[in-house]
């Protein structure tokens, strides 16, 4: 069964630092999203990409954030400088349809 | 803006059938999902109802009220391995943006 990777697993950095997530999608899957989940909440929607396209970044911090998928397949989020209040879990998922295929998810700890 | 209402805890019977119920308030809205999410795990999609009425995949069914903007998920011979959060998520826009509910934590006991 085809799956979307996510890497790292965990991560935990200092505040101020810089951390970055990769994710690679469904091969085929032309819409990728990452989302943002807090211990106890639904899944939040930080960025979604059509292709190489972003579609809705509506939610990004983008004083900090900033997501990119170059070649329309593969895709980074980067967080720069990290805060306290980021530690969370990001999902990535992706889709050419109405259900998605979420990644394992990182676990991001600030400390 | 988009929102989705869901009770935070169920608790059942193992072997029971439960509901959990979800009312949504999305513009542009043309789906309703439901995933389930074990602890420290991923979510997975379970169902989607796009049209009124009930759509039942095993165990599990959705059903989907357009003009009552409500939803519910179905679980039917519940088992243990059935206790997780259920998310109900809403469909909008013309780029299948999904707003997820906050979630129910369905415990199934003995």
């Known amino acids: 069964e085809a799956e979307v990777a996510q890497s790292p697993r965990y991560k935990i950095t200092e505040k101020s630092q810089a951390v970055a997530f990769w994710c690679d999608p469904i091969s085929g899957h032309a819409t990728l999203y990452w989302y943002r989940q807090i211990l106890g909440q639904g899944p939040e929607l930080l960025v979604q990409?059509?292709?190489?396209?972003?579609?809705?970044d509506s939610q990004l911090p983008k004083d900090r954030f900033s997501a990119e998928r170059l070649k329309g397949v593969d895709s980074t989020l980067k967080i720069q400088p990290a805060e306290l209040g980021d530690s969370a879990m990001y999902l990535c998922?992706?889709?050419?349809?109405?259900?998605?295929?979420f990644g394992s998810g990182t676990r991001l700890t600030v400390v | 803006g988009q929102s989705l209402e869901q009770p935070s805890e169920v608790t059942a019977v193992e072997g029971a059938i439960v509901q959990i119920n979800c009312t949504y308030q999305t513009s542009g809205f043309y789906g309703l999902s439901w995933y389930q999410q074990h602890d420290g795990g991923a979510p997975t999609f379970l169902s989607y109802?796009?049209?009124?009425g009930l759509e039942e995949t095993g165990r599990f069914s959705s059903f989907l009220s357009r003009s009552d903007s409500y939803g519910y998920l179905l679980l039917q011979e519940l088992q243990m391995k059935d206790s997780a959060s259920y998310f109900c998520a809403a469909g909008s826009g013309g780029y299948q943006k999904v707003t997820f509910g906050t979630g129910t934590k369905l415990q199934v006991i003995p």
């Open positions: 990409f059509q292709d190489e396209s972003v579609v809705d």
């Open positions: 998922a992706s889709s050419r349809g109405y259900g998605y295929t």
């Open positions: 109802n796009a049209l009124d």
